[in-house]
């Protein structure tokens, strides 16, 4: 039995569900039990993960237990978008904006929660998010980047073709020392490994494209990719060609 199933156990067995999770959280701390979220994710009934997911910041400040309700709500929120919640997903997007990085990252691993039980729903959402503002696009970047997820040609080449679509929003945004955009960063940072690493025939003309980019940003976004363990597994030769 793994943790999450005995954490499923427990969750069904508690009387002050909130209490139970608040004791259990792991924050503050430097990881929340993510165990239990994705169990608490999985068994709350659909009221109590909705009102979760409601916690604001100011009621629920980053790295409290507290916050942990937060983070198990929006999770959760994969689950109702798959029972028929419509409003599932716009909850999720909202918090894919959180002045929170857990709930944000909920948010994320939500997307991917759908995605698991069905990959078209997931990508029917990403437009917006890729559409969005520099967290939506995070938000978008982090879901769909997911090795698991991106286990067919379409899929991958629908990942590559959303990351090439954010880079070109990234190189130009003026605004360099806005937190955002350092989140961003950050995102596609890893983000593009994960891709080109699922389908390298499709993705490395368009990471090469970036590579040789005249933007400073862009570029040290690209040689993080190329440091990433994944990429180099199956590609070293071409790693070590572009390495600066």
Not at 54 to 72: G, H, K, R
Not at 84 to 112: C, F, K, N, Y
Not at 204 to 232: A, F, G
């Amino acid at each position: 039995m793994s943790k999450i199933e005995k954490y499923q156990i427990a969750i069904r067995n508690q009387k002050d569900i909130r209490e139970y999770l608040l004791e259990n959280s792991n924050l503050p701390g430097p990881r929340g039990n993510l165990e239990l979220a994705h169990a608490a994710a999985m068994e709350l009934p659909s009221r109590l993960l909705i009102e979760l997911a409601d916690i604001t910041a100011e009621e629920a400040p980053v790295n409290t237990a507290v916050e942990f309700l937060s983070f198990c709500g929006v999770l959760g929120q994969g689950r109702l978008f798959i029972e028929g919640d419509p409003q599932s997903s716009e909850r999720i997007i909202h918090a894919a904006s959180d002045v929170r990085w857990r709930t944000r990252e909920a948010a994320a691993m939500a997307l991917q929660f759908i995605g698991r039980q069905d990959i078209q729903t997931m990508i029917s959402l990403l437009p917006r998010l890729a559409n969005g503002n520099m967290l939506e696009k995070r938000c978008a970047v982090a879901g769909i980047c997911e090795p698991i997820l991106l286990n067919t040609p379409e899929i991958s080449r629908f990942a590559l073709d959303m990351l090439d679509q954010i880079t070109y929003f990234f190189a130009e945004v003026e605004n360099r020392k806005d937190e955002n955009f350092t989140v961003l960063k950050k995102g596609l940072s890893y983000g593009w490994s994960v891709a080109v690493s699922s389908d390298p025939i499709y993705g490395k003309p368009l990471m090469e494209k970036w590579l040789v980019s005249k933007d400073k940003d862009v570029r040290r976004v690209m040689q993080e990719n190329l440091k990433k363990n994944r990429l180099i597994r199956i590609e070293k030769e071409w790693v070590e060609h572009w390495k600066e």
